[in-house]
């Protein structure tokens, strides 16, 4: 006697066994959205270091280089401006992982509203944005980007003479 599996049943069962694998990948791209965040956060780091550095390092040494004033001061300009673009790229970054993170944990909330129950998991509010590490990430970047112009602006430029 042949055995006949219920189709309904086995239709049941692959499709829970896909939420399933959808959801540990969903798991897996919130965590590397989380990952991203501190890596940006660090490049911006490396980065502005290394740019502030050669701005300092041209202004201290625009003299003994021979290098003309006006010409110095265009240097800091334009390593402030990259310090500018890098901070503008870093915050586009984390805004977007974000974004995504937010999507993937609704996608969470979906999967596990349909398999676990409704409310088994609660959707992220945007009104938690305080609580959110890459709020107070990007008011860094933010801060920082405005600290460095001002510092650059009121007194590394008129001292370049």
């Excluded at 290394?50 to 001061?73: C, D, E, N, S």
């Excluded at 979906?110 to 959707?123: A, H, N, Q």
Aim: with cysteine.
């Amino acid at each position: 006697m042949a055995t006949s599996e219920d189709p309904a049943a086995s239709a049941s069962e692959a499709k829970k066994d896909f939420a399933l694998e959808r959801y540990r990948y969903i798991l897996q791209q919130i965590n590397a959205v989380n990952e991203n965040a501190h890596r940006f956060l660090a490049i911006y780091q490396t980065l502005v270091t290394t740019l502030m550095g050669a701005a300092l390092a041209l202004f201290v040494g625009y003299h003994k280089w021979q290098i003309q004033p006006a010409t110095a001061r265009g240097g800091v300009i334009g390593l402030m401006a990259l310090v500018t673009v890098v901070a503008a790229f870093t915050a586009t970054l984390i805004v977007v992982g974000a974004l995504a993170w937010l999507d993937y944990r609704n996608e969470e909330c979906d999967i596990t509203d349909e398999l676990v129950g409704t409310g088994f998991r609660e959707r992220p509010r945007p009104s938690n944005l305080f609580r959110w590490y890459e709020t107070y990430v990007l008011l860094f970047i933010l801060v920082s980007v405005v600290t460095m112009w001002c510092l650059a602006g009121f007194f590394l430029l008129p001292a370049m003479r």
